[in-house]
Antibody
């Protein structure tokens, strides 16, 4: 069965750092572009970042550009999001999601990991 | 880049049909056929219901259908059922310089 499982969320101070992980199973991870999407408490979904299947390309929403870094280890079937200098407005549930090949839609989602930025 | 505009809430009785609109611009919804729709139950991860405007993934009921006209996409749920009560989000690829994908504001569907 196809699964994505996020981990690494928790409480982090403003200006600190946190790394989220997303473990993939049940499919050929190295064949898919992957994304991070977040959802602040009681709010809607917001796209954060994508990374190509090989990891050679990535892109970020302006709101996190320069602070967050997406990466992947295809040997470990794992996606990462390094969050540096987080702000209170980064508080959200972070979902990793698989992109359907060439269709620019997200067909598999993890259960999400909560990140709270607070002093 | 603002979020795509969706009605805050839509309701219907069991068996009825409802339609959720998703309005964007020529830089997103109107410019690409990369519109997808997601269903999200409280406390759960989103689930893909429609991609590429009209396509249903395997396993999604054919009661769900998508369409697009100009800068507005729509999701129609026919034969409304109690389990359809959830939040629904549209999303589109965008040519914006600030992000690659823009989500809608979300619509709460209530089954009366």
């Amino acid at each position: 069965e196809v699964h994505l499982v996020e981990s690494g969320g928790g409480l982090v101070q403003p200006g600190g750092s946190l790394r989220l992980s997303c473990a993939a199973s049940g499919f050929t991870f190295s064949s898919h572009w992957m994304h991070w999407v977040r959802q602040a408490p009681g709010k809607g979904l917001v796209w954060v970042s994508w990374i190509s299947s090989t990891g050679s390309s990535s892109y970020y929403a302006d709101s996190v550009k320069g602070r967050f870094t997406i990466s992947r280890d295809n040997a470990k079937n794992t996606l990462y999001l390094q969050m540096n200098s987080p702000r209170a407005e980064d508080t959200a549930v972070y979902y990793c999601a698989r992109e359907i090949a060439t269709y620019k839609a997200f067909d598999i989602w993890g259960q999400g990991t909560m990140v709270t930025v607070s002093s | 880049q603002s979020a795509l505009t969706q009605p805050a809430s839509v309701s219907g009785s069991p068996g009825q049909s409802i339609t959720i609109s998703c309005t964007g611009t020529s830089s997103d919804v109107g410019g690409y056929n990369y519109v997808s729709w997601y269903q999200q139950h409280p406390g759960k991860a989103p689930k893909l219901m429609i991609y590429d405007v009209t396509n249903r993934p395997s396993g999604v009921s054919n009661r769900f259908s998508g369409s697009k006209s100009g800068n507005t996409a729509s999701l129609t749920i026919s034969g409304l059922q109690a389990e359809d009560e959830a939040d629904y989000y549209c999303t589109s690829y965008t040519s914006s310089s600030t992000l690659d994908y823009v989500f809608g504001t979300g619509t709460k569907v209530t089954v009366l």
